[in-house]
């Protein structure tokens, strides 16, 4: 007759394995909604209006992580923010339901806040920022090459709801605009809102920096050359510099432990 000790065994590895599984589980799912909220989070594309650079149904990652290393908004950049004052009222929601809505609040799903917007970073504190007829598109009097705009479209647009303008941005806030001009509903068209078009720097979740979804799609979202060129853009690799600085802060609290803190 054979023993039940390993037989027993077995069955103990095999309870064990279903009794640590939920714990397994709750792991991943703090691990990712920290993730989530600190470092990357996904988003869907819902409009045209930063067509061609985005398409409806793309899904991109946006940086959440350097904000917390001081960095802003840099002119050039494709970031998300939240609707600074009631931007989309006349925007069609989606209901998403509860299963969506868990898997979106942790990270799993792209977001399912409807109250979010991705569009171009123009202008920044200082800047001033006009559009005289058909463009270019002028910051502090230096024009814009823009080969991201939607191709027939013109930098700027020719009427009378704001689509001629001259802005200079006050500290704290951003002047932003779709890559698809005749077809976006960005700082121009809410120049009359609490901000005047302007979006606080404060409101922005963090710059889109791939597009993740789908796999055809798959590209970086690069500062446009044209911001360098023109001579205004003062930003330095601040994204990079913070990850470095993420990555790096381990190692050295590592060896510092190791060597207890002793200099070389």
């Known amino acids: 007759m054979e023993p039940d000790g390993p037989r027993d065994a077995r069955r103990g590895r095999h309870r064990s394995f279903w009794k640590e599984l939920p714990i397994l589980i709750g792991v991943a799912l703090v691990l990712a909604l920290l993730i989530k909220t600190f470092l990357v989070q996904a988003f869907s594309i819902p409009s045209e209006s930063m067509q061609n650079t985005l398409q409806p149904g793309d899904r991109v990652l946006v940086d959440k992580l350097t904000p917390w290393f001081g960095a802003r908004p840099e002119r050039g950049e494709v970031v998300v923010f939240h609707d600074p004052d009631n931007w989309l009222r006349d925007q069609p929601t989606s209901d998403p339901n509860l299963v969506q809505k868990a898997l979106s609040f942790i990270g799993v799903l792209p977001s399912a806040n409807e109250h979010d917007l991705i569009k171009r970073v123009i202008g920044v504190a200082g800047d001033t920022v006009e559009c005289r007829g058909t463009g270019p598109v002028t910051v502090n009097g230096k024009p814009l090459n823009e080969p991201y705009v939607y191709p027939g479209n013109t930098p700027c647009t020719v009427d009378q709801d704001g689509g001629q303008f001259k802005v200079t941005v006050p500290k704290g806030k951003m002047w932003v605009m779709g890559d698809h001009r005749q077809d976006s ?80």
Do not use: C, M
């Not at 889109?208 to 060129?229: G, K, N, S």
């Not at 990555?247 to 510092?256: I, M, N, S, T």
């Open 185 to 264: 509903e960005d700082s121009r068209y809410h120049q009359t809102d609490k901000n005047h078009g302007l979006v606080p720097v404060d409101e922005a979740v963090g710059r889109a920096f791939v597009i993740a979804w789908p796999v055809t799609r798959w590209a970086t979202l690069p500062v446009p050359a044209t911001f360098d060129q023109a001579g205004i853009n003062a930003a330095g690799a601040l994204a990079p510099g913070a990850l470095a600085l993420a990555g790096a802060a381990p190692a050295v609290l590592w060896h510092r432990r190791r060597t207890g803190g002793r200099e070389a």
